[in-house]
């Protein structure tokens, strides 16, 4: 398991006369270990990344072989709104961003964390369980109000109660992630979505003879399972590693969990994840088969975003350690950084997704019951999906920027529910010009216009980033990806079959891209990940006192893990 070095660990203030046993319960650190825990936390974050992406992949092949892209996938995906939205309120976005802060600073208070623990689980398990009973039998409502232009809408309410249990699992596999990120611990949490998947799948397999696509919906529901599973034990002997102790300063946590950041956060994660119910209401009237179009075409061409903000994770509690430490700079130096290094691979990303969308999805997608005609629906979309991926990642950086302060800001809220009022505006028109595509280029322009005001509002924030030099690395980026985009296009028109058309389109996109950074005058400065953080580890180990620090190298250096979105982030 990638945990954080052990000088890394929280110790007790100098000034309460504990640095003595702080020192005997832990192992001197060692040199090595220390400078490369990011290069560690990195690869197997990626790795397992990587593979719960690709059991995504087969997961819905899966779906795609054994149902195709008609009413009864329709049926399922509607179902599968649940888990989507749950796993982003509850897993990702908001249990991160209100969790992760509130461990890291319990984790410098002897005795703590078991309090924080005591005092937020069976809260929150309770408070879940009663909405999830509430969605099962509310499921016929919550169906006609997603989709009321189903044909069969009972298949998707029986769907609907069968997903609806992920939102008791679900929270309490956030709750797991965001503590064990926490503490350092990275394996576990990068590995919840294998779990997940592998669930649904072997469901899939087992039951799809006798129940159909309701196996699949039945897949969500022992896959949540899983994803607790593989993290509990993990939690429990963290907790277990903490001693008891009667005395110390309460942490106030309580009270920040109900009254601080979780309004704004939940609004903000709310906004941002209602693109999906728009998306599926628009497409509800449109022929069968629209909303796996979208269904498919996205969850393809948001991969190379996934894998962008992966980056994100592993460098998050360096910026929340920063933060707690005072060091705005050294977190602003880490956020910029973490955006162009992100932008770099979701452009990539783009440009294969926009050249060879035919061929992705025909080598993907392309047998059983899923045709010629579902292949040509699907990339058409996923084209014009694509187009919003540097959106959806700046967003995604960005909000770290707002939420690293210990107070509530609605202004990724706000900017977030702009953009999702474009896209409903935007996609009422889209939708009746041109079917899914017009849905999906709705989505596209509603995340750019939230990516837009975050960016120009972050420079008033806890991390003032430098709006100037960011716009013009993300548009130096953005040129090289257009000029990518274009030859790998004409490689895909030229070459046959599709696999081998795929492969030589991704390479000579990626050439290009590269090429044309190496040669553009001013391209954008893009640090190593981990070049600067072992500087800084070994700078930690000698000079641990804040007031001693570099204050260039701060944001890698500050004492505990933490996180925020979409990653991982906070320390106090």
């Known amino acids: ?13 100098r000034d309460a006369g504990s640095r003595a046993p702080g020192r005997a319960r832990h192992k001197a650190p060692k040199s090595a270990g220390s400078g490369g825990f990011l290069a560690r936390a990195a690869a197997v974050t990626a790795g397992l990344t990587a593979a719960g992406a690709v059991l995504g992949l087969v997961r819905d092949q899966s779906l795609a072989r054994y149902f195709g892209a008609g009413a009864e996938t329709d049926a399922f995906l509607v179902a599968w709104t649940v888990p989507e939205f749950a796993s982003t309120l509850l897993i990702e976005d908001a249990m991160a961003l209100i969790l992760v802060p509130a461990f890291s600073r319990a984790l410098t208070r002897r005795g703590a964390v078991r309090a924080l623990v005591r005092s937020t689980l069976p809260r929150l398990a309770l408070v879940m369980s009663a909405l999830a009973g509430v969605l099962i039998l509310a499921a016929p409502l919550l169906v006609a109000a997603l989709a009321p232009g189903l044909p069969d809408p009972q298949l998707a309410v029986d769907c609907t109660r069968l997903t609806a249990t992920c939102v008791l699992t679900f929270a309490l596999a956030g709750y797991c992630s965001a503590a064990l990120r926490a503490h350092g611990s990275f394996l576990p949490p990068a590995a919840i979505y294998v779990a997940y998947n592998v669930g649904i799948i072997g469901t899939i ?20 399972v899983l994803m607790v599973a593989v993290q509990a034990p993990y939690l429990v002997r963290e907790l277990r590693g903490r001693r008891r102790v009667t005395h110390g300063e309460p942490t106030g946590d309580g ?14 994660t709310v906004s941002r994840q209602s693109q999906i119910l728009i998306e599926r209401f628009l497409a509800s009237p449109l022929p069968s088969g629209a909303i796996s179009h979208l269904n498919y075409a996205q969850k393809v061409a948001q991969m190379p975003m996934i894998l962008s903000l992966m980056l994100c994770t592993v460098s998050f509690p360096v910026v929340a350690r920063a933060m707690a430490a005072g060091d705005a700079d050294g977190a602003r130096r880490r956020v910029e950084r973490d955006l162009l290094l ?16 035919p061929q992705i999805v025909e080598v993907l997608f392309q047998r059983g019951a899923f045709d010629h005609s579902d292949t040509a629906a699907t990339a058409a979309v996923m084209r014009v999906y694509a187009l919003g991926l540097l959106g959806q990642t700046t967003v995604g950086t960005l909000v770290r920027c707002y939420f690293s302060a210990s107070r509530p800001l609605w202004y990724p809220a706000a900017a977030m529910a702009t953009g999702l009022a474009v896209t409903a505006v935007a996609g009422v028109f889209g939708a009746g010009l041109w079917g899914a595509v017009g849905i999906a280029a709705a989505n596209a322009l509603g995340i750019t216009l939230t990516a837009v005001m975050m960016l120009l509002g972050a420079r008033r924030q806890a991390i003032p980033v430098r709006i100037r030099y960011l716009g013009e690395g993300l548009l130096r980026l ?3 990806a257009a000029w990518a985009t274009a030859a790998g296009w004409l490689c895909s028109v030229l070459i046959e079959p599709a696999v081998l058309s795929l492969a030589v389109a991704s390479v000579v996109s990626v050439a290009v891209f590269l090429l044309f950074l190496a040669c553009a005058a001013r391209a954008p400065d893009i640090p190593p990940l981990t070049r600067t953080a072992s500087r800084r580890l070994a700078h930690a180990r000698c000079h641990g006192a804040p007031h001693r620090r570099d204050p260039s190298t701060a944001a890698e250096a500050a004492p505990v893990g933490g996180d925020v979105p979409l990653d991982r982030r906070h320390h106090g």
């Open 1 to 13: 398991m990638v945990e954080y070095p052990e000088d890394w660990r929280p110790r007790p203030p």
């Open 478 to 480: 953005a040129t090289a």
């Open 342 to 357: 992100a932008a770099v691979v979701v452009l990539v990303g783009t440009s294969i997704v926009i050249a060879a969308a």
């Open 255 to 268: 009270r920040l969990l109900v009254l601080g950041l979780i309004a704004p956060v939940i609004a903000f």
């Open 205 to 224: 397999v087992a039951l799809r003879e006798p129940f159909g696509v309701r196996a699949a919906a039945a897949g969500v529901a022992v896959g949540g």
